[in-house]
T-cell receptor, first 113, second 115 residues
Framework: QQQVKQSPQSLIVQKGGISIINCAYE??????FPWYQQFPGKGPALLIA?????SEKKEGRFTISFNKSAKQFSLHIMDSQPGDSATYFC????????????FGSGTQLTVLP | DSGVTQTPKHLITATGQRVTLRCSPR?????VYWYQQSLDQGLQFLIQ???????AKGNILERFSAQQFPDLHSELNLSSLELGDSALYFC??????????????FGPGTRLTVT
């Protein structure tokens, strides 16, 4: 029940296209859903995050769509650029005395020039 | 740059040995998390400290231990190392362990290779 399932495992998109990565969770106690971007040799960097009281959050070219009833959320990257080529991880955490992140398995995004 | 620092960047050691990984959180952050990233297990939570006290344990082996010092830096100790412990170890920090501020900021990681 702690799992976060992420798909696809890899994604190839043309420059200027839309990249879409999907995640699903089981535990309804999760109340914070961040996305992280990781470049080779670097640590994960917080990209954007959402809480279940909203259905969408947009920051620049990055949008999270959240469907509470389906227990799914997705990352949309508009106007994808070669510099967006990285591994993307969705994650979830719940409130309480600790907020450890449960990560999805990651999506390797390649944006072709 | 997240403001979280980790040392060393790379570590190569032999099976059976013991190593210590160090993490300094962002200025003002009281909570430190340790994660392990491997090809087969992905990113997994190990342990969390808040202001010197252990708050949560995840998939951390008994051979591993951690602590957070009064200056808030943290150390992850890995002992009796096995080949399977080879991985990237990340430290993350946040302002508080719970509540509305869930953002965690990750350091650059320590790549551990056990030979």
């Amino acid at each position: 029940q702690q799992q976060v399932k992420q798909s696809p495992q890899s994604l190839i998109v043309q420059k200027g296209g839309i990249s879409i990565i999907n995640c699903a969770y089981e535990n309804t106690a999760f109340d914070y859903f961040p996305w992280y971007q990781q470049f080779p040799g670097k640590g994960p960097a917080l990209l954007i995050a959402i809480r279940p009281d909203v259905s969408e959050k947009k920051e620049g070219r990055f949008t999270i769509s959240f469907n509470k009833s389906a227990k799914q959320f997705s990352l949309h990257i508009m106007d994808s650029q070669p510099g967006d080529s990285a591994t993307y991880f969705c994650a979830a955490s719940m409130g309480g005395s600790a907020r450890q992140l449960t990560f999805g398995s990651g999506t390797q995004l390649t944006v072709l020039p | 740059d997240s403001g979280v620092t980790q040392t060393p960047k790379h570590l190569i050691t032999a099976t059976g040995q013991r190593v210590t990984l160090r993490c300094s959180p962002r200025s003002g952050d009281l909570s430190v998390y340790w994660y392990q990233q491997s090809l087969d297990q992905g990113l997994q939570f190990l342990i969390q400290y808040y202001n010197g006290e252990e708050r949560a344990k995840g998939n951390i082996l008994e051979r591993f231990s951690a602590q957070q010092f009064p200056d808030l830096h943290s150390e992850l100790n890995l002992s009796s190392l096995e080949l399977g412990d080879s991985a990237l170890y990340f430290c993350a920090s946040s302002v508080e362990p719970s509540g509305s501020r869930g953002e965690q900021y990750f350091g650059p990681g320590t790549r551990l290779t056990v030979t």
